[in-house]
């Protein structure tokens, strides 16, 4: 990989580097590029948007309705139409889940059954030999629309015992799609019900989601059941988001960001393996506690002999950059003893609105970091924001779009030589 050019040259102008490639990255990333800036993203590693469910919220699923019910703004539907592979309609989505629960969300996958899309559902829940799916237990948790039915959807023998992932990604071949479409439209028929919508276990593609393919040549509307983390929708997740980085032409490098140090008014990005990055902005979108982002560190983790060395607050950003951690709008405080916090008394359920939760970058509403010029916040590793899917969509399409416009500034600054801007 070339060196990064000098400083000042004219090649950085309006350049963004993107830390994490997760959906708040991945917003970021588009609307950077959509602004007009030229973007790198450094993709760490598999994080928390790999383990997504496809079920698209604002806040967790169990939440008031009322965070169900906010609105998916202009740019954030421009992104998912970028991505390709979601929906978010005005009236939200109601999904089944393998847990036997059916709910409500604001958007999903398209290939999950959204049962909110049929008049009066009378759903085909299809019997077959696949761990952890029992259609009869499924189809008595979920109500009196659902009934079992028998149906020749496994094709081989190592279907029974395939990772879903792997099963999924064999529907993306169009002669295994018409050859499941042809079975379902005669197992539905043999079962004698008049059904409006089937609803199968995860295996609707990889590449993208399929179920409108097999709607379209089954007859009936198809979907999947919302799943555990880490199954298809994940990797449909990853697809997408490298499709859309093609598209816009955003440069994706898979490396570790390692810290970040500013001269002048350029940002550079130092990486696990040795490689460096400059911009003159820089959007942190490294996920929280699951995508690795932040870390739990109290005092007692540090090496010592009998006594810490010192005290200093549980949680921290895996990333060097100077930026303020906090929670409830301030700056993390040290612990009132070498030890530490107690993990209970910082963690949910046993703490209300714990700080686990909610500490991350102190940012402002559009990602900015406070007290540095720069950089930027986006998703899961923003303090106090919500953990949802669109909430980090929404985030990462601000910072982004706030990257953009500052690296006009300060592009022209740095070739103009201004004085330099320090954290």
Known sequence: MSAPPAEGD?????????????????????????????VTVLDGGTGASMLATGALDF???HAPLAAHDEVVDADARTTLDALGGYLVPERGATLVTTAGVVRHARGCDRALLDVAALVDPCVAVVRCARFGWDADALARAWGP???AVDASVLRYSDEEVLPDAELASRHDDDARLVWLAERLRRDLAAAGGSYNGVVLPPMLGVERGRAQDLSRLAGVCCGEAVALPGGPAGLRFE???????????????RLRARGLRIRRTIWRVETEE??????????????????????????????ATTLPARARPPLRITIDAPVWMGVNGRALELPGS????????????????AMMDRAG???????????VSGIFAAGDVVADAARGWLTSLASGVRAGAAAAGLTATSARRSL?????IRP
């Open 416 to 420: 103009a030589g201004a004085p330099a």
């Open 239 to 253: 697809r997408a988001r490298d499709r859309a980085f093609r598209a816009c032409g955003a440069s994706h490098a």
């Open 10 to 38: 004219a090649s950085l102008a309006r350049r963004v580097v993107v830390i994490g490639a997760g959906i708040a990255g991945t917003a970021a990333v588009i609307a950077a590029a959509r602004a007009g800036a030229q």
């Open 338 to 353: 070498l030890f530490g916090a107690t993990p209970e008394s910082i963690a949910s359920p046993f703490a209300q609105s």
């Open 59 to 61: 806040a967790p699923w």
């Open 361 to 371: 970058i102190l940012a402002g509403v559009d990602g900015a970091a406070h007290g």
């Open 145 to 147: 629309s659902y009934c």
């Open 274 to 303: 040795g490689v460096a990055f400059e911009g003159h902005a820089v959007v942190l979108a490294t996920g929280g506690l699951v995508g690795g982002g932040l870390e739990y560190a109290p005092s007692e983790a540090m090496l």
